[in-house]
């Protein structure tokens, strides 16, 4: 993404430059693509913030639709191994769905999916706490956060919802989410995503899946250490064991020896 944004933006920049010399942009834009953009060239101008922010808006809902994919299957996997299932679980279903067989199966995997849904679909300001918790009810350390790097997240995930819901226009719920973070906000106006705030709130969401991440692959890093070390000791043990028994075996011989 970070390419396409940056292939984007030069082609954009070269757009506006090569405009100054023509009247029209098919005048100097190689088909096919000129016919998809005959328009004058003062037009070009005029859509080329509009478009730049459009990029940005888009960059930032595919982020946040990954984000949450990778929540989604990290969540599953370990509510599907670890989760010791102590809380009750509300699950929705209609009688055709029901297997023929295997039903603890079936009705083990609709609590997964209820479970980890409940958790992506809260809202944003409390979906990293209901996280945290998931993780350490499953017996992993909690993942490592920041309270601003947990405001951006949930404020990524806000601008997302505006530009999916609304086209980008703030309303009240956005307004009221965002004012702390970024007071210009007005409603009924265009949420302003320049680049400054679009690297920064990529970076927040970066290092949150990271933080989720290093949480579980840690514990899976200790245990191995702590394998590795428990056998190097057995080995040992049993080495030592080997010696005493083969000096002990040594001194019997020699005793019938003489």
Known sequence: MNSFYWMYRSASALLLQQSENFTRATDFIPQPEASHLDISCSEIEA??????????YGI???VITYYEVYLTGV????VSTRWPGNRQVTIKFRPSDLPNGELSSY??????ASEVTSV?????S?????????????????PQQTADRKMLVAAACEIRNCVVHNGGKVDQRTSDALQSI???VAIGAQFELDEARLWKLL????DDARAIDFAIRKQASDKRVSRSAKKKRASARRKAENFVQMRARRGTTSTDAV
């Open 107 to 112: 009705l083990k995997a609709a609590s997964v």
């Open 75 to 78: 969540l599953s996997d370990v």
């Open 203 to 206: 970076a927040a969401v970066r």
């Open 126 to 142: 409390k979906r990293l706490a209901r996280i945290s918790n998931l993780l350490t009810s499953c017996g992993f350390p909690e």
């Open 47 to 56: 859509i080329s913030t509009q478009a730049d922010r459009v990029a940005r």
């Open 182 to 184: 970024f007071p210009t």
């Open 120 to 124: 992506i679909d809260e809202s944003y």
């Open 60 to 62: 930032l809902v595919q």
